[in-house]
């Protein structure tokens, strides 16, 4: 199992990023994906979820309304869309899912917010 996270960066308060996430190595359409984020000096928080076929969602209070998560079965791959971004969203965003109790990780891309 491969997940590779790309589209972090800084941007200013109010912005919008998309991170994507690229898996491999298991079959993608078959699975719940989720993000999560850590900033630092915290622990790691859930953020959002996504079922396989696309049909349920779910979010954190914190960015319900804000972010949109959603899933490319075909090109395997799971976004996550953020807008109206804040300094407390500042952090290192992962994707993630859970494959026979295991799970599964990438290692992240960093998402900051500052003017």
């Known amino acids: 199992v491969q997940l590779v996270e790309s589209g972090g960066g800084l941007v200013q308060p109010g912005g919008s990023l998309r991170l994507s996430c690229a898996a491999s190595?298991?079959?993608?359409?078959?699975?719940?994906m989720s993000w999560y984020r850590q900033a630092p000096g915290k622990e790691r928080e859930f953020v959002a979820s996504?079922?396989?076929?696309?049909?349920?969602?779910a979010y954190a209070d914190s960015v319900k309304g804000r972010f949109t998560i959603s899933r490319d079965n075909a090109q395997n791959t799971v976004y996550l869309q953020m807008n109206s971004l804040k300094p407390e969203d500042t952090a290192v965003y992962y994707c993630?899912?859970?494959?026979?109790?295991?799970?599964?990780w990438g290692q992240g891309t960093q998402v900051t917010v500052s003017s």
């Open positions: 993630n899912n859970m494959i026979s109790g295991l799970r599964y």
């Open positions: 190595g298991f079959t993608f359409s078959m699975f719940a």
């Open positions: 996504i079922s396989s076929t696309s049909g349920s969602t």
